[in-house]
């Protein structure tokens, strides 16, 4: 989370003032290359079925998908405003959402506030003055920040260390994840 926030020379130190000299700066970049080994799959084994359909053209089965949803997990009126919005949203936009016309054309999808995460993502982050980057430090860091920012990095360290645990000790039952657990 250091090397995210800062320069990995600001992840050292922070390292050595918590926990003394156990780690390198090379190690610091290979640690944050490490960390974010998982994280491809982690997504993906969380894509949401709604966010397929709207891609493949099919926002009516997404929102019905939505309501269902939250039909089932018996949500008041208050707790239901973001997949209300979200229903009429896609209801209401239907002829405007065609994104798998749109990737099939080879357009790309973008808007204002993505542009603007790619700002915070990678210009606050990669623009360190005097910073030098290799491509997989830069990648690593990159998505660490992703999905620090998208609120999800506490899953994804539980869901990494059941990986890194299988790949260290295969066959052994410790290294099981649930995803949601």
Same mark, same amino acid.
């Given at each position: 989370?250091?090397?995210?926030?800062?320069?990995?020379?600001?992840? @050292?130190?922070?390292?050595?003032? /918590?926990?003394?000299?156990?780690?390198?700066?090379?190690?610091?970049?290979?640690?944050?290359?490490?960390?974010?080994?998982? $994280?491809?799959?982690?997504?993906?084994?969380?894509?949401?079925?709604?966010?397929?359909?709207? *891609? #493949?053209?099919?926002?009516?089965? #997404?929102?019905?998908?939505?309501?269902? %949803?939250?039909?089932?997990?018996?949500?008041?009126?208050?707790?239901?405003?973001?997949?209300?919005?979200?229903?009429?949203?896609?209801?209401?936009? @239907?002829?405007?959402?065609?994104?798998?016309?749109?990737?099939?054309?080879?357009?790309? $999808?973008?808007?204002?506030? $993505?542009?603007?995460?790619?700002?915070?993502?990678?210009?606050?982050? *990669?623009?360190?003055?005097?910073?030098?980057?290799?491509?997989?430090? #830069?990648?690593?860091?990159?998505?660490? /920040?992703?999905? $620090?920012?998208?609120?999800?990095?506490?899953?994804?360290?539980?869901? @990494?260390?059941?990986? %890194?645990?299988?790949?260290?000790?295969?066959?052994?039952?410790?290294?099981?994840?649930?995803?949601?657990?």
């Amino acid at each position: 989370m250091e090397a995210a926030r800062g320069s990995f020379e600001t992840a @050292h130190a922070a390292v050595t003032g /918590r926990c003394g000299p156990v780690i390198g700066k090379r190690q610091v970049e290979q640690a944050v290359v490490s960390a974010a080994s998982d $994280i491809a799959a982690f997504y993906a084994a969380r894509v949401a079925v709604k966010a397929l359909a709207v *891609l #493949a053209g099919d926002s009516a089965r #997404a929102a019905a998908e939505i309501t269902a %949803e939250a039909d089932a997990a018996g949500l008041t009126q208050d707790q239901r405003v973001g997949a209300d919005a979200c229903v009429r949203y896609l209801a209401t936009k @239907h002829e405007y959402l065609r994104y798998d016309q749109a990737l099939a054309a080879g357009w790309p $999808i973008a808007t204002g506030v $993505i542009e603007g995460a790619c700002r915070h993502l990678i210009g606050d982050r *990669l623009d360190i003055t005097g910073a030098r980057w290799g491509l997989q430090g #830069a990648e690593a860091v990159l998505t660490l /920040r992703a999905v $620090i920012s998208n609120g999800d990095f506490d899953e994804y360290w539980r869901y @990494h260390l059941a990986r %890194e645990h299988q790949r260290l000790y295969p066959g052994t039952a410790q290294g099981q994840y649930t995803l949601g657990a």
